[in-house]
């Protein structure tokens, strides 16, 4: 199994809901990580997970909160967002974190299209 | 600080010539450079990387990519353009110091019938 998954496709929210996206990958990789992808712009990084402990978070606003329950999942809750928020979530994957194995490409999903209302 | 560089928003070439698509990069150490393409709607997908060795690198679906030190350049190649080469495509470097993948701000590559 080569690939990354992720659900839902697509998600609309009000900015009072509570909802959750999910990312799975069973190709043994121990880095995870969330990208948001505005419409014609490059991914930017969210939160990086290595080992199931969070090792980079850029900066990003509490409403998102990621959660690795284990070493093939990878959770991203959220909360009280904001119109702005809409974008493409990315889910990545890659073998290692460590120094000598930053070479590794990462391994993507098709991403979650968030629409918040 | 790592950065690459995509001076092109947009390419266009016509199917059956090749295509180029510039990159350049800057880093403090050894480059790790990959090519990332995105169809529309669709997450990213891994073309090929350069880290070591041959300075021509071959990858997925015909691309290759020429690693330049002189020039800092890791532009991305393909002998004949096919129309569903048409996409979104990012250079990106990796920065060894931490995890992170730095990406350009991408090139929309157009191939005309």
């Given at each position: 199994?080569?690939?990354?998954?992720?659900?839902?496709?697509?998600?609309?929210?009000?900015?009072?809901?509570?909802?959750?996206?999910?990312?799975?990958?069973?190709?043994?990789?121990?880095?995870?990580?969330?990208?948001?992808?505005?419409?014609?712009?490059?991914?930017?990084?969210?939160?990086?997970?290595?080992?199931?402990?969070?090792?980079?978070?850029?900066?990003?606003p509490?409403?998102?909160?990621?959660?690795?329950?284990?070493?093939?999942?990878?959770?991203?809750?959220?909360?009280?967002?904001?119109?702005?928020?809409?974008?493409?979530?990315?889910?990545?994957?890659?073998?290692?974190?460590?120094?000598?194995?930053?070479?590794?490409?990462?391994?993507?999903?098709?991403?979650?299209?968030?629409?918040?209302? | 600080?790592?950065?690459?560089?995509?001076?092109?928003?947009?390419?266009?070439?016509?199917?059956?010539?090749?295509?180029?698509?510039?990159?350049?990069?800057?880093?403090?150490?050894?480059?790790?450079?990959?090519?990332?393409?995105?169809?529309?709607?669709?997450?990213?997908?891994?073309?090929?990387?350069?880290?070591?060795?041959?300075?021509?690198?071959?990858?997925s679906?015909g691309?290759e990519?020429?690693?330049?030190?002189?020039?800092?350049?890791?532009?991305?190649?393909?002998?004949?353009?096919?129309?569903?080469?048409s996409?979104?495509?990012?250079?990106?470097?990796?920065?060894?110091?931490?995890?992170?993948?730095?990406?350009?701000?991408?090139?929309?590559?157009?191939?005309?019938?």
């Amino acid at each position: 199994d080569t690939e990354v998954t992720q659900t839902p496709k697509h998600l609309v929210m009000g900015m009072t809901n509570k909802k959750s996206l999910k990312c799975e990958q069973h190709m043994g990789h121990r880095a995870m990580y969330w990208y948001k992808q505005k419409a014609k712009k490059p991914p930017e990084l969210m939160f990086v997970y290595s080992y199931e402990k969070l090792s980079i978070n850029e900066s990003v606003p509490s409403r998102f909160s990621p959660e690795c329950p284990n070493s093939s999942l990878l959770n991203l809750h959220l909360h009280a967002l904001q119109p702005e928020d809409s974008a493409l979530y990315l889910c990545a994957s890659s073998l290692s974190t460590s120094g000598r194995s930053s070479y590794n490409e990462q391994f993507f999903g098709p991403g979650t299209r968030l629409t918040v209302l | 600080a790592q950065s690459v560089a995509q001076p092109e928003d947009q390419v266009n070439v016509a199917e059956g010539n090749p295509l180029t698509v510039k990159c350049t990069y800057s880093v403090s150490g050894n480059p790790y450079l990959f090519w990332y393409v995105q169809y529309p709607n669709r997450g990213l997908q891994f073309l090929l990387k350069y880290i070591t060795g041959d300075n021509l690198v071959k990858g997925s679906y015909g691309f290759e990519a020429e690693f330049n030190k002189s020039q800092t350049s890791f532009h991305l190649k393909k002998p004949s353009a096919l129309v569903s080469d048409s996409a979104l495509y990012f250079c990106a470097v990796r920065d060894s110091e931490d995890d992170k993948i730095i990406f350009g701000k991408g090139t929309r590559l157009h191939i005309l019938p």
